[in-house]
């Protein structure tokens, strides 16, 4: 079956750092977690934000995160009992004249496509 938030809650997670959701399985809830970091990233953020601020970004991209975190879902990228989404699931496109930029500094230009690309990988 596939992914999909029936749920609008949200909590921040300061021991994981992380903001989590509940996503469906048909009847079957399943936990999902957004590091901070990604949400800051995607928003083309660096510094660190408020718990409420953070939940205001994640609901500015709950669309992306959602599929993303369905996406993993369906490919078994679950991690023990919850699927976690990281920096490493998000691939950056750089602007035309940033072609000749290595890729680590489009990190944070805001510019995103979901998918995953090994040289902007990093440990969650």
Do not use: N
């Not at 601020?53 to 369906?74: G, H, M, N, P, T």
């Amino acid at each position: 079956m596939s992914l999909k938030l029936t749920v609008k809650s949200r909590i921040y997670d300061p021991d994981l750092r992380s903001i989590i959701f509940y996503a469906m399985d048909g009847t079957k809830p399943v936990p999902c977690a957004v590091t901070e970091e990604t949400v800051i990233d995607m928003d083309g953020g660096s510094k660190p934000l408020s718990s409420v601020k953070l939940l205001l970004l994640f609901d500015k991209y709950r669309s992306q995160l959602v599929e993303i975190a369905a996406r993993k879902y369906a490919t078994g990228g679950m991690v023990g009992d919850m699927i976690q989404v990281g920096l490493h699931d998000l691939v950056v496109v750089r602007p035309a004249s940033a072609l000749s930029a290595p890729p680590e500094t489009a990190v944070g230009s805001g510019i995103l496509h979901q998918g995953s690309c090994s040289a902007l990988e990093r440990p969650i």
